[in-house]
Every structure is written in C-alpha cells, then in structure tokens.
C-alpha cells in the first residue's frame, strides 16, 4: 500500500501564510495533532517513511511513528513546491494581485514566480520519486508512507490516480489526515 500525509498545523498556517520551503516548525496544535494521528493510525502497518527535509514534516513524520520500528527516510524530492519571492505573503488566495493567486485559481496557466517552482518542475522531481522509490517498494508488498506537504502531496495524489491540472486543488489535503493512494 501506498499512503500519504500532510505535516500538522503550523503558525504560519493559522496566519494562512504561504509557507513553501520557508522551514516552519509545528505549533503545539500541530504537535497535538501528529500525537491524535498516531493513535488513530495505529493499526496501519507502514514498513518505510519517507519524508519531506523542511521541520514540520519530520516532526510530524517522528511523533506519528514513535514508539513503532519504522524508519524515516528523508528525500529532497518531497519538499514542499517553492514559492520564491511570495513566500511568507498572507492570504494569497483573496489577492488577484499576486503573482502566486494562479496557482490556486487556474492551475493550468500557472507559469511559476521569482525564484519558485512551476508546476512542471513539481511534478518532474515527485513523479522522479514515485517511479524509482515509492512504487518499485509498494509491487514489491511494502507499505510505504509519505509524510510531506499541501501541494506536494497533492502532486502525488494527482499522478497515482490520474487527476487532471485544472483540478489540482481538488485533492484537498488537510494536516495530518491519512490517504491511501493504492
């Protein structure tokens, strides 16, 4: 099997601040709810963790699997799509002005800001991980566990199960809510 997991809240997302690869750590509520999801998850069986390198995603990767024999596997191809120069900005989604607003309003003409990733870029380097990592282990009977970020784990979920661009923000990953992908 194959699952994914978004990282527990952080301050910046309560302040709804485009975080990126801004390395944010979890606030107590998101610690709470890493501990929640341990107790909830506790009868899935994961044999490998794989996780984003930014801080909210390892914390959130060590308190859901503490206490079980699973190793975390940090991987460069699971942090969080770049933002660039909007990074740290508030309240994106009600601002036309940004140049970041397409990515969450028109997906498919999102052409990427200053120093950000585009959507190709973010699809290049998770797909990059799902063909020679995640996939490879899961047809061979493991069960694998990606703990990562909103549009980094949304670019996964698109792939495994074939959703188009214009629907990208579809998905709806919210923090720590387990997803099995297949």
Not at 48 to 68: F, G, M
Not at 118 to 137: H, M
């Amino acid at each position: 099997m194959l699952y994914i997991m978004r990282h527990g809240k952080t301050d910046w997302n309560v302040d709804y601040r485009l975080q990126g690869r801004t390395d944010i750590p979890l606030n107590d509520d998101g610690r709470q709810m890493a501990r929640d999801a341990a107790q909830t998850y506790a009868d899935v069986h994961f044999d490998v963790c794989y996780c984003s390198p930014l801080i909210r995603a390892q914390e959130t990767a060590k308190l859901l699997l503490e206490n079980r024999d699973v190793p975390i596997v940090t991987d460069n191809r699971l942090i969080e799509m770049s933002f660039g120069v909007c990074e740290g900005v508030d309240h994106v989604y009600s601002k036309p002005d940004c140049p970041v607003y397409p990515l969450f309003k028109d997906p498919e003409n999102y052409k990427g800001v200053e120093g950000g990733e585009t959507f190709e870029d973010l699809f290049a380097r998770t797909g990059d991980f799902l063909s020679n990592e995640a996939i490879p282990l899961v047809n061979s009977g493991k069960d694998v566990l990606i703990v990562g970020h909103g549009a980094m784990n949304t670019s996964i979920v698109c792939q495994v199960r074939d959703i188009p661009l214009k629907d990208f923000w579809s998905v709806g990953i919210e923090n720590c809510k387990l997803i099995q992908l297949m």
